[in-house]
């Protein structure tokens, strides 16, 4: 398997744009995590999925935000206006049975100017 | 709720030296332990894991004890080298939620 595929590795936008992450979870795996990874805030979780239903989505900042799950192969994050505060690392990870392990992908690298 | 705290970096060794960094969590129930680690620029890779009390986790030289009794984690290295500087993050997965959650992160910076 390839391990979890996220894209685009890199963006920049304007603030005010819509942006759209997208995360390839590995095959089989039930749960699907969001992280957002800054230098203040370190490592938040925004939300997590299982068998493509959120469950809690109380780390998401405000209604900006939004994920979907269509199936279980994909996944996005969008964020619709973005602002420049919304600058940051997006990492999304995905995971087999409850208490196993979660495996990273490389992230996408947010720009917002 | 639930919550890890670990140890403020950075932390400065010289290159052989012994490593520990802290890590304590607080959760309802027993939560699976796991320790990440970041290289610049890179995504997190699992370090090590334990799922229940008192396993030892290990990989690399690395060892954690999961320490039911304290509700710790600590990180351990017996002799460090250069190729160890990196962010690590101590991640309790909750058994009642199955959220995963991060400590803030230890940078470790190892000089020759």
């Known amino acids: 398997d390839a391990g979890v595929i996220q894209s685009p590795r890199h963006e920049v936008t304007e603030m005010g744009q819509e942006v759209t992450l997208r995360c390839k979870p590995i095959?089989?795996?039930?749960?699907l995590f969001w992280y957002r990874q800054t230098m203040m805030r370190g490592l938040e979780l925004l939300i997590y999925f299982n068998n493509n239903v959120p469950i809690d989505d109380s780390g998401m900042p405000e209604d900006r935000f939004s994920a979907k799950m269509p199936n279980a192969s994909f996944s996005t994050l969008k964020i619709q206006p973005s602002e420049p505060r919304d600058s940051a690392v997006y990492f999304c990870?995905?995971?087999?049975?409850?208490?196993?392990?979660?495996?990273f992908g490389q992230g996408t690298r947010l720009t917002v100017v | 709720g639930d919550s890890v705290t670990q140890m403020e970096g950075p932390v400065t060794l010289s290159e052989e030296a012994f490593l520990t960094i802290n890590c304590t969590y607080t959760?309802?129930?027993?939560?699976?332990l796991f320790w990440y680690v970041q290289y610049p620029g890179e995504g997190l890779q699992l370090l090590l894991k334990a799922t229940k009390a008192d396993d030892k986790g290990s990989n690399k030289g690395f060892e954690a004890t999961y320490r039911k009794e304290t509700t710790s984690f600590h990180l351990e290295k017996g002799s460090v080298q250069v190729s160890d500087s990196a962010v690590y993050f101590c991640a309790p997965r909750m058994d009642s939620s199955y959220k995963l959650i991060f400590g803030s992160g230890t940078r470790l910076l190892v000089r020759p």
């Open positions: 990870a995905s995971s087999g049975r409850s208490n196993t392990e979660a495996f």
């Open positions: 095959s089989g795996h039930d749960y």
């Open positions: 959760a309802t129930g027993y939560p699976s």
